[in-house]
């Protein structure tokens, strides 16, 4: 099966600009997350989803948006590019809220 | 929130064992995670423990005192595919994930 699929896997964008993050699951997880991966700072949380049609806020979510309109798809959108979402974003998913979570390959956004 | 430290860098020799210490300070307390990660890969599972004790898994051995908000994470017979970043993870009570900032282990000949 192939898991966690993240796209694009890299990505260079003006700042001002709006991008998508896209994340796909097959394993039928409930819970969805985004995390953000900057140097020194370990991975932080930006949004979250417990079921599909839900959504919560993370450690980090200012600038950032989500939706789950199914239980495969968790797409990150940034409204308004800036030089700070420069980072490695993770997305990754578990059965539940309460089982482990696993992460998809990554996409690395490079905002000029 | 949590406070989650753990050392920034560690080396160590092939065949050797290393100890990765990650201490924690927390609101709430639903478990500890370990996670590897290689340069440029996504992080994967290694370890999760909830009660005080030892949870072993083949080289690698996971242990946790709640009383002290401490862990540990012990590779043994090191490999040169160990070379990675370990993240120690805290879950809180709304079973959220904590992360610290990663030890990077590099083994060497």
């Known amino acids: 099966t192939a898991g966690i699929t993240q796209a694009p896997t890299s990505q260079i964008l003006a700042a001002g600009r709006s991008m998508t993050l896209r994340c796909t699951q097959d394993m039928r997880h409930n819970a969805m997350y985004w995390y953000r991966q900057d140097l020194g700072l370990g991975l932080r949380l930006i949004h979250y989803s417990n079921t599909a049609g839900t959504t919560g806020k993370g450690e980090v979510p200012d600038g950032y948006s989500v939706s789950r309109a199914n239980t495969d798809d968790f797409p990150l959108t940034l409204a308004s590019a800036v030089p700070s979402q420069t980072s490695v974003y993770f997305c990754?998913?578990?059965?539940?809220?309460?089982?482990?979570?696993?992460f998809g390959p990554g996409t690395r956004l490079t905002v000029l | 929130g949590q406070n989650i430290d753990q050392p920034t860098e560690m080396t160590a020799t092939e065949g050797a064992i290393v100890q990765i210490n990650c201490t924690y300070q927390t609101s709430g307390f639903n478990g500890l995670f370990w996670y590897q990660q290689h340069a440029g890969e996504a992080p994967t599972f290694l370890s999760y423990?909830?009660?005080?004790g030892l949870e072993e898994k083949g080289r690698f051995s996971s242990f946790l005192s709640r009383s002290k908000g401490y862990s540990y994470l012990l590779l043994k017979e090191l490999q040169m595919k160990d070379s990675a970043s370990y993240l120690c993870?805290?879950?809180?009570?709304?079973?959220?994930?904590?992360f610290g900032a990663g030890t990077t282990v590099t083994v060497r000949a």
């Open positions: 423990n909830v009660l005080d």
């Open positions: 993870a805290v879950r809180d009570s709304d079973y959220k994930l904590s």
């Open positions: 990754a998913s578990s059965p539940s809220e309460t089982d482990t979570q696993y």
